[in-house]
């Protein structure tokens, strides 16, 4: 995780900039989790709460993926919160989102968010950026791991969130929010639906509960199995690259685990 800088602890200039555009800060909130931005925040101000995170401009890898927020934000409305501005300056990127007033989602068995969870991700199904948008694709991703013919089983034209993980799924009383579209990529309907399988089982839900969920989601029941077993195969491998075979066996069971759910 990027060590986090407290709003106090941001540039003097920086922050009066950041109040130009909110008001007058009265509260602050610092946002424990998330993994690669410097500064989260909730602002409060006479004029509301907005969520601002932001990275350091000599963290290109964290400033490319907050540009990729900003670039999918107008078509993931439906599902995500509004971007309100962005500012760069005194060495910093910062994002200000509508501030969403809920939790993170409870993933573990029963509980009541799941069927919050599957509406959002039902509703992201029917996702697109406009024909000619350089989004990345999710089939690049895996050209280390799969062969040409396994790799064409991974194209699609669905806008992917592909890290739907619970500190990404806001929940408030009556409905769920992707947030955090840091790694966007264009693919099949059905991963995001298999990424969070796997956070369903990593939470404790039995295998034939998950199976269950998903069989809710139609692009899942018509997912070609070879394309699934092309993704599990590619990020086995690339967990064990990352971590070695020992430390990625628990991971890649979960992900293993899809496989009998197609």
Known sequence: MTPRTHWNDLPRSLRAAVEARTGRVIAVGTVPHGLNCATATTLTTAW???F???ASSRDAEACAAQRWEVAVNPYVLDVGPRLRWRIAADGWELLGFEHIAGRHADLSPGSADLPLVAE???TAQNLRAPRGTALPRFVDRWTRFLGPGELRLLDGDTLLHTDTNPH???VTDDRAYLVDWATPALGPAWVDIAYTAVRLLEADCAPDDVRTWTARFPCWVSADPRAVTAFVTATCRQWETAVGPAAARSSNA?????L???
């Open 120 to 122: 959002v991700l039902r």
């Open 254 to 258: 979960r992900f293993a685990a899809l």
């Open 52 to 54: 601002v995170k932001g």
């Open 48 to 50: 509301g709460s907005t």
């Open 168 to 170: 990404n799924l806001m």
């Open 260 to 262: 009998t759910m197609v």
